[in-house]
């Protein structure tokens, strides 16, 4: 057997792999969603293929395409940075399964030379509200703020108003995929934020904290213990100790309590159809073992994503034995 292929059977003990399997699988997987863990899937998926998994072709659209595809079933899975509630769960013809795959911090990056910024909750809720427009109000040199969004519906969308509702009573904009700001530019992906960030002077906006690089600076962020802290894989892994439950569901907390913890971190999730896969069933279970197995969660880490604790751990893994023809 090829060194590659056993080295995916033992990284992946859940499914008997072997040559054969992959040479009569020529099915190519397609998927498309979130693009906070954009780099790291993209990363994944290579490693896949090159040990003779399925060939994938995953498109960073954000969430809220993706829900459209998983509805329109144009695509054999569906990545998110939210669960599907049970209003549009009834609309997937095949049913759905959702699978907790890694979480991600939401960053605060900024293009502001000879600032170190550090932000209480009230101010970060200012900034994306507008109510604070001046880079001296928050002790840095004078200059216009420019607030940087996501034009797209988008999960990290979510999850950031989900915080800022929990950090100040000021935040009127409500938690969505896409809210209505009053002021600042708009960019599609987490990509085109940090691309607009990097090349806007005076800027400021939320984006994966592995799209962050040397070229954007990073504002540490109050969290609820008093603390100013950076979006490390650390003080996420803190914030993901005590999850809640919402219809079986674990979700982070949007502001979470414990000493240490980074306050705006989201899960990311695959969606795939509970059933009707066929022939493609074996490549399903292939791709999402190899996404939550050892040698991806350390690939994650290195990106700078968090990788599942054990309680997610099982609760991913009986999600992929669900799946089935």
Known sequence: MNRKLFSLTILIPLISISSNSFAKAAQRLSGAGASLPAMLYSRLFSDLRNYGGPKINYQAVGSGFALKALMDETVDFAASDYPINSIYKN??????????????????????????????QEQLVKIAMGLIQDWSDINCSQGKITWVHRSDASGSTLAFSNSMNSFSKKW?????????WPTGVGAKGSSGVAGRIKNTPGSIGYLSSAYINKSIQTAAIENLSGEFLLPTVKSGSIALKNLGIHNKLPFINPNPKEKGAYPISTLTWIWVYENGYGRKLEQIKTTLNFLVSQEAKEKAVKMGFIPLNKKLQDHAMKSIKDIGI
């Open 172 to 180: 009127t904009l409500g938690s969505a995929k896409i809210v209505q």
């Open 91 to 120: 609309q997937i013809k095949r049913g759905v399964v959702q699978i907790p795959i890694v979480a991600g911090n939401i960053a605060i990056g900024y293009n502001k030379p000879h600032c170190n910024l550090t932000l209480s």
